[in-house]
């Protein structure tokens, strides 16, 4: 005999079944329970989140050291993911896009000039009305304080809304009383509810109006903290759109990483229309302000400071201050001429060359890359037999000032062959010209207006690569000696003078 229980089942309370069965022999008794988890409530659902890096805002399940999309290391962090999925466009169509063509009539408003040169220089030729520059820089290096004289200056002619997320008040007036800026009337303001700012600016807006710091804004609509990759891209994004339909300049500023480089998403220097950076040593009381992007003029473009008791002044002329402190002449030291985006700069390279003790020789670089070095070394010891890569090594650019382009080499080059050979350079020579592997010189830009700056800063003789082209270059007042090969060089500091 088979016997058998049953339950009925419901639909509308059956989540789970659960059975049991017990009994001996022929005789199995089952039971069937249902269990109705309905009245058992609801359980907690699971937050969920999503890793975003701060470089490239690719997102990601799970925290890895490396973001996959842009290689960048501990980039990412973490944040509450949001439930909106991307949805298409659907069947309603959108309004028809008009074109129009390259030339226009509309006349462009002049550019908003600050009335500090350097500054200027560096926009290209002041603020263009609509446009949003981003201002990078060390903790400390003076950002706000550029800022806030650009705003005194800038304020004598309209209206200017200084915005600070980090400061009070009270201490933007201190800073001010400092800078003696007091009188003024830049309108000052402290608030970091974008949603607030946007309402106030809209209703009123300012001739040109400053953000400091665009990391502390925040949108309230997000749950995200300020700082954060969504709120630092949201809250850039509507102060942009912002200022651009009212028409008004808008200048935010952005903390930088321990790379260096602006915090945030990567897209946020492509939101804005400049960027800058504020470099230099705090060690050093020069700071430089270089423009690596600038849809209305030149990049790579420097502006040159130094700083004071009274905020930042302008260096006019910084080619001769940064050759004051050469009073007479040395081993191991060489001027080389170059070029900042558009502007002749000359600098003083200094080399030490010294006997080593270690098993590994150290190498010491300020101011330009250490490979470039390790380089120059390498074809110096191969190409003309000169015994230097036993040596400790130590290389400064003077005033803090960093050299990327490959125009310095051989002035690199002339600094390691003086303090190799103890003979020192004569203080008329100026060097600029890029040593390739197999010991040739290469010719470099913009030779004119290198040697037209050493001419005018007294020097009389240059060496520059050879000119294999058809027009003769030159300056007058200075005579030129061009090499072809860096064994030409190696030969000069044979002799005793050095020449």
Known sequence: MHLISTVPLSLEVAHRIKVNEWGSGDVVYTCTRLLDFKSLGTPLAK?????????????????????????????????????????????????????????????QPPRRKSNIEEFDRVLGGGFVAGSAVLVGGEPGIGKSTILLQAA?????????????????????????????????????????????????????????????????????????????VAQVRTSAQELIRMAKRKGFPIILVGHVTKEGQIAGPRVLEH???????????????????????????????????????LGLTEVSNPSALFLSDRDQEVSGSAVFAGMEGTRPMLLEVQALVSP???????????????????????????????????????????????????AADLAVAAALLSSLSDIAVPRGNIYFGEVGLSGEVRAVSHAEGRLKEAAKLGFKNAIIPKNRGKAK?????????????????AQMFDNEDGT
Not at 53 to 81: D, F, H, I, R, V
Not at 279 to 302: C, M, P, W, Y
Request: proline residues 3%.
């Open 47 to 107: 937050s969920k989140t999503q890793f975003i890096c701060s470089q490239c805002a690719a997102t990601y399940p799970k925290w890895s050291g490396k973001c996959e999309t842009c290689g960048a290391w501990n980039s990412l962090s973490e944040q509450a993911a949001t439930d909106d999925t991307p949805k298409g466009l659907g069947a309603k169509k959108g309004r028809r896009v008009t074109f129009v063509g390259l030339q226009g009539k509309e006349k």
């Open 271 to 309: 939101m804005v229309d400049t960027v800058l950076y504020f470099e230099g040593d705090r060690s050093h009381q020069f700071r430089i302000l270089r423009a690596v992007k600038n849809r209305f003029g030149a990049t790579d473009e420097i502006g040159v400071f130094e700083m004071s008791d």
């Open 152 to 228: 005194a200056n800038l304020s004598k002619g309209g209206r200017v809304a200084y915005i600070s997320g980090e400061e009070s008040v009270d201490q933007l007036r201190l800073r001010a009383s400092r800078l003696d800026l007091q009188k003024y009337p830049v309108e000052l303001a402290a608030a970091t509810n974008v949603r607030d700012i946007v309402t106030t600016l809209d209703e009123n807006p300012p001739d040109i109006a400053i953000i400091d710091s665009i990391q502390t804004m925040y949108v309230d609509s997000l749950d995200s903290a300020p700082g954060t």
């Open 356 to 406: 080593s003790t270690l098993a590994t020789p150290r190498r010491a670089v300020v101011g330009l890359d250490s490979s470039r070095l390790a380089m120059i070394m390498a074809v110096i010891e191969t190409r003309c037999g000169v015994a230097i890569g036993a040596n400790d090594v130590y290389l400064n650019v003077a005033v803090g000032l960093r050299v990327t382009e490959p």
């Open 473 to 489: 270059i030159g300056a007058k007042g200075i005579t030129t000696n061009q090499l072809g090969h860096i064994q030409d060089l």
